[in-house]
C-alpha cells in the first residue's frame, strides 16, 4: 500500500535551457580560487563546482563549471575571467528538467526546520533544508545526524517516519 502524499498540490515539472560555462585553470592557488564559487553563486549562478583535470604535460589543474541562466552569460564570463587565471571560457546550451519543489516547516525538539518536497510524477523525495539544521545542531550542541533524525520522525504521514 503506498503511504499519503504529503502533499496533494499537483506540479508540473520545468523543462528550460541553460548554459554551462567551463574554464580550465592550472596556475592559481586553491586559497584563491575558494571564494570564486561563492561569488559566482552570489550573482545568479544556478550552481557552480570545481573538478580535479589533468592538462597538457601532465599537470594537474581544476575545471570551473558554472551552471548559468543565458541571458547572465557576458557578466559570469566576466567575473570568471577576472577572478581565476584563465584564459578562455567555453559554454554550451543545454536542457534540463527540474524537479518542481516547495517547502514545508517541520517541528521538531530542536526547533522548526523547513523541509523540501519535490514532486515528478508519481515520485516524491523530501530534504531538510541543510542551513536549517546545522543551526539547530550548533544551537543545541548536538550532532548533525541528530537533528535530520528528530526531522524525520517528526515528519507527517510521508513514508520517512
Do not use: W
Request: proline share 4%; glycine share 4%.
Amino acid at each position: 500500500m503506498r503511504k499519503k502524499k504529503l502533499s496533494q498540490q499537483v506540479i508540473e515539472e520545468k523543462t528550460d535551457q541553460i548554459l554551462v560555462l567551463e574554464a580550465n585553470i592550472d596556475d592559481q592557488s586553491a586559497e584563491s580560487l575558494a571564494p570564486v564559487l561563492d561569488l559566482l553563486m552570489d550573482n545568479g549562478a544556478l550552481d557552480a563546482f570545481f573538478s580535479p583535470i589533468q592538462m597538457k604535460k601532465n599537470r594537474p589543474a581544476i575545471k570551473l563549471t558554472v551552471m548559468i541562466h543565458p541571458a547572465d552569460q557576458q557578466a559570469m564570463t566576466y567575473l570568471i575571467l577576472k577572478h581565476t587565471a584563465t584564459v578562455g571560457v567555453r559554454y554550451q546550451t543545454m536542457g534540463r528538467t527540474i524537479m518542481p519543489r516547495h517547502f514545508i516547516t517541520v517541528a521538531t525538539r530542536f526547533g522548526d526546520i523547513r523541509v523540501k518536497i519535490v514532486n515528478y510524477d508519481d515520485l516524491e523525495k523530501y530534504s531538510p533544508e541543510f542551513d536549517d539544521c546545522l543551526a539547530a545542531a550548533k544551537a543545541h550542541d548536538v550532532a548533525l545526524n541528530q537533528v535530520y533524525l528528530a526531522v524525520y520522525q517528526s515528519m507527517p504521514e510521508s513514508g520517512l517516519s
